[in-house]
Nanobody
Framework: QVHLVESGGGSVQAGGSLRLSCAAS????????MGWFRQAPGKEREGVAA????????VYVDSVKGRFTISRDNAKNAVYLQMNSLKPEDTAMYYC??????????????????????WGQGTQVTVSS
C-alpha cells in the first residue's frame, strides 16, 4: 500500500505562485511514476504533470507548459509541483497519484487518470483574477 498526502494549496492572485508537495509512505516500489492531477468543479479530473523515478523527461499537459515544474526527491519519497504565473483557470483540487511503471510508460501514459493505483486526498488551489 501507498499513502499520499498533499499540501501547499491555498488562495493566490493571478500571476502568483504556489508550490505543492506530496509526501508518500508505504511500499515505495509502487511509486516509480508519480503524477499531479486536478479537478475543477463540474469537470473531469485531468492530468497536469508526471515524472518517473529517474526524473528525466517529465510530461506536462499543454496548458501548464512553461509555467509548472514537477520534481521529486526520492530520498524523501516526495514529489513537488512548482506553479508559477497562475491563472484563474488553474483553480481546482490538486491530487497526487502514484503507480509502478517504467519511464516510457510514465512518459506515455502519465497524464491518464486510469493508469494510477494510488491517490491522495487533494489540496485546493484557488486563483483569483
Amino acid at each position: 500500500q501507498v499513502h499520499l498526502v498533499e499540501s501547499g494549496g491555498g488562495s493566490v492572485q493571478a500571476g502568483g505562485s504556489l508550490r505543492l508537495s506530496c509526501a508518500a509512505s508505504g511500499y515505495t516500489n509502487s511509486m516509480s511514476c508519480m503524477g499531479w492531477f486536478r479537478q475543477a468543479p463540474g469537470k473531469e479530473r485531468e492530468g497536469v504533470a508526471a515524472i518517473h523515478y529517474g526524473g528525466s523527461s517529465p510530461v506536462y499537459v499543454d496548458s501548464v507548459k512553461g509555467r509548472f515544474t514537477i520534481s521529486r526527491d526520492n530520498a524523501k519519497n516526495a514529489v513537488y509541483l512548482q506553479m508559477n504565473s497562475l491563472k484563474p483557470e488553474d483553480t481546482a483540487m490538486y491530487y497526487c497519484a502514484a503507480v509502478s511503471a517504467s519511464s516510457n510508460y510514465c512518459y506515455t501514459f502519465g497524464l491518464l487518470v486510469p493508469r494510477y493505483n494510488y491517490w491522495g486526498q487533494g489540496t485546493q488551489v484557488t486563483v483569483s483574477s
